[in-house]
C-alpha cells in the first residue's frame, strides 16, 4: 500500500497481517469529502491497524493521534510512521477505554466489521468537537443502519453524507 496524497504521497507503508487496509480509492473518498465540508486540523484514528488513515491525514497535513490495542500491529505502525517522518507515536489501547480532555475535529472508525458500532459511534461523539465530523466506514453486506444505531443511542449526531465505493460504505456524520 501507498499513501495518495500531500507530502508523503507514495510512501510505502507495511500492512499487519489481519488488518483489512482501507483502499486507495476510498481513502481518497474521504479526504475529498472531508475537503469539501470544512477545514479541520485534528484527526483520531480509532482503529489504526497500520496507520494508513493516520499517515494519510499527516501527509495532508493534519495533527494525528492513532490508537491500536494490538501491540504487534504497533511496531508496524511505527515503523510506517517512521518511514514519513510522522512524529506522533500511537497509542496502544483499546480505543473503547481512550479518555483524554481533547476533542478532535475528524474522528475515522474503521473497526472489525463484525464489531459492535451502536458502542463504538457513541464514544466516538463524546470526542467529537462540536463543528467536528466523525468517518464510518463498514460493510454494505451486514445490514448496519447508523439512522437506527444513533437513535439507539440517543444520539446528537446525524448523518451529513454517503458515500458507496463497492463493498466499502462510507457514512460522515455531525452533530445536528
Known sequence: M?????QYKGTKIDVPN?????????????FNMLFSVCDYKTFLDMFAGSGLMSLEAYSRGYEVISIE???SNIKIINSNFKKANCPYKPVNIDCLKFNTNEKFDI??????WDMDYCTIIKKAESLLNPD??????????????????????????????????GRCLITLLHFS
Open 18 to 30: 489481519g488488518v483489512k487496509p482501507t483502499l486507495s480509492k476510498v481513502r481518497q473518498g474521504v
Open 132 to 165: 467536528g465530523v466523525v468517518v464510518v466506514e463498514y460493510d454494505n453486506q451486514r445490514n448496519i443502519d447508523i439512522d437506527e444505531i444513533l437513535k439507539e443511542n440517543n444520539s446528537k449526531l446525524s448523518v451529513l453524507k454517503n458515500k458507496k465505493y
Open 69 to 71: 490495542k494490538n501491540k
Open 2 to 6: 501507498y499513501l495518495t496524497a500531500g
Open 107 to 112: 474522528i475515522y472508525l474503521d473497526p472489525p
